[in-house]
């Protein structure tokens, strides 16, 4: 392991898994990270990782990657930060012979007791469409309900589903509590698909729902196809989510399979401050979707803006 002030990376030989004459059925890493300080940030540059801090000390975490199917072409990579101090900020480096002024990555995390979670709103948009049927839909499934199960106590929730109508678990916004997650992954076992595709209504309509101004606001969106019900022309699509999201909902974006429309995915996740994921057919849709939400399960910090100053 090399560790630079406090920057660590760890590399695990999976490159020369390529020549592998067929795929491997299941490859699975799976580590505990033990520092001498306790650990701020993680993060891997090559593969999709679920992370989990230890609740009995800041100074382990567990990091676990699974993939199924695969003939691994590059090399697992992992870094981590170690610091006592209240804040930190590492920064990682890239030049590239094509890009003159190269690339850069910002590591920074706050010290932050478990105590001070932010109690967060979030809303699950899934495609029950015709076409998710089958094991992408049992999967979509089961990636729900992890993150019906990993909800915090304090905060509130709804899953709006879609196909060539849209449905609503229920008429706002469900308080994470027992019962309301018991008849949620209820209504989750219950999901079928059927029908044709109306992106636009579906993400409207979890717009519409009575966000909480103060609180951080999320909508994780999962689909595997274009928008063929309703409204279908991406730069009218575009606008209208531009303008109903007038409270700052960061919108996480799922694709799924080859038929997605990246641009218009893309270009909602860019603006509305989220990130877009896409998963292959032979994918494993939970893993992707398990990974994304140990990553906004517990929020610590809000509206947080950088000032770098000026940069030559």
């Known amino acids: 392991i090399e560790n630079n002030s406090g920057l660590c990376k760890y590399t695990y030989p999976l490159n020369t898994e390529r020549f592998s004459a067929q795929s491997i059925n299941e490859v699975s890493i799976d580590a505990e990270i033990v520092g001498a300080s306790p650990i701020k940030s993680i993060y891997s540059p090559t593969h999709n990782i679920i992370t989990t801090k230890s609740t009995g000390t800041v100074n382990t975490a567990e990091v676990k990657y699974t993939a199924t199917n695969i003939k691994p072409d590059k090399d697992f990579i992992l870094y981590y930060t170690l610091s006592i101090n209240d804040f930190t900020a590492h920064i990682l480096t890239q030049h590239e012979t094509n890009v003159p002024d190269g690339y850069f990555l910002l590591m920074s995390a706050a010290k932050i007791e478990p105590a001070a979670v932010i109690e967060k709103d979030i809303v699950f948009v899934i495609d029950t469409s015709g076409s998710m049927y089958g094991e992408k839909m049992q999967q979509a499934k089961e990636a729900l309900k992890f993150c019906l199960n990993n909800l915090n106590p304090g905060d509130k929730f709804n899953i709006v589903n879609f196909a060539s ?141 950088l000032n770098f100053g000026t940069m030559t």
């Open 165 to 305: 109508t849209v449905n609503k678990f229920d008429i706002g916004l469900s308080s994470a509590d027992a019962s309301n997650i018991s008849r949620a992954l209820t209504y989750d076992i219950n999901l079928t698909a059927n029908g044709g595709t109306n992106i636009y209504d579906a993400l409207l309509a979890g717009l519409a729902l009575p966000f909480n101004i103060s609180r951080p606001k999320i909508m994780a969106f999962l689909t595997d196809g274009e928008p063929t019900v309703g409204t279908t022309n991406t730069a009218t699509i575009i606008t209208g989510i531009r303008a109903a999201n007038t409270l700052g909902v960061k919108i996480f974006v799922f694709g799924v399979g080859y038929d997605v429309n990246t641009i218009l995915l893309d270009k909602i996740s860019s603006e509305q401050n989220g990130i877009s994921d896409y998963v292959k057919p032979n994918e494993n849709i939970e893993t992707a979707v398990a990974t994304f939400y140990s990553k906004v399960a517990n929020p610590m910090l809000a509206n947080v803006q």
